[in-house]
């Protein structure tokens, strides 16, 4: 909902979601224990997509900064969690059955 103020269209700021609840709301789509979310996988056939979502979350609704992000998923550094976030972007675009969850779980967090 965009309200005119002049010749300016301004949206009206949306509140800032928790990654508390960021994580909540992942791990119930997914069927994942929360803490699931905060530790990567290794190996093949590692499964991280929650944490990919999770992620993407954070730094899209949470708008927390890199660095914020890099401590509460155990992360060495900030461009890790850059990285990270851009390989999940990637996959993202290209793959449709991602996409949809990834959106069920935003629109959850964005009544």
Do not use: W
């Not at 700021?13 to 609840?21: F, K, L, Q, T, Y």
């Not at 994942?32 to 056939?45: D, F, I, P, S, V």
């Not at 949470?62 to 890790?80: P, R």
């Amino acid at each position: 909902m965009l309200s005119n103020t002049g010749n300016k269209a301004v949206r009206p700021d949306r509140g800032v979601i928790s990654a508390e609840e960021i994580l909540s709301a992942t791990a119930r789509h997914l069927d994942y224990n929360k803490n699931n979310l905060l530790n990567a996988r290794r190996g093949r056939g590692a499964d991280n997509v929650g944490r990919g979502i999770a992620m993407k979350l954070c730094q899209n609704l949470g708008s927390m900064k890199l660095s914020a992000m890099a401590e509460l998923f155990g992360v060495g550094s900030d461009s890790a969690i850059s990285l990270a976030t851009g390989r999940f972007s990637q996959t993202l675009s290209t793959d449709r059955r991602l996409e949809k969850i990834f959106n069920c779980i935003y629109q959850d967090l964005t009544p």
